[in-house]
């Protein structure tokens, strides 16, 4: 089945960066919609942003708009998340996640397979 595994998590100082990374299996990213989401203790999984696989556009939550940039590799089957200038408030399990369709939505309920997520902590 559709498997999603996401890695490059860790401990940053503020204002250091990471690159997250997602590799699908068993399935061509490139026909799905894909989103990076994250969950901070205590709260809801918000989206922090996504990629239309058919015309690569791009959305990104207010939050992180000019820190943080998406991008797959279709030939590798990976999508990557590269963050910088990380704030403490960015603060969270991050996951990635696709779904049918090509479409960009920053909706976590319109997404259908799921990684188990990897943990982002800055602090300094």
């Known amino acids: 089945q559709v498997q999603l595994v996401e890695s490059g998590g860790g401990l940053v100082q503020p204002g250091g960066s990471l690159r997250l990374s997602c590799a699908a299996s068993?399935?061509?990213?490139?026909?799905?919609?894909i989103g990076w989401f994250r969950q901070a203790p205590g709260k809801e999984r918000v989206g922090v942003s996504c990629?239309?696989?058919?015309?690569?556009?791009?959305y990104y939550a207010d939050s992180v708009k000019d820190r943080f940039t998406i991008s797959r590799d279709n030939a590798k089957n990976m999508v990557y998340l590269q963050m910088n200038n990380l704030k403490p408030e960015d603060t969270a399990v991050y996951y990635c996640a696709v779904r049918y369709g090509m479409g960009c939505n920053p909706n976590p309920t319109e997404y259908h397979h799921w990684g188990q997520g990897t943990q982002v902590t800055v602090s300094s």
């Open positions: 990629i239309n696989s058919s015309d690569g556009s791009t």
């Open positions: 068993r399935f061509t990213l490139g026909y799905y919609g």
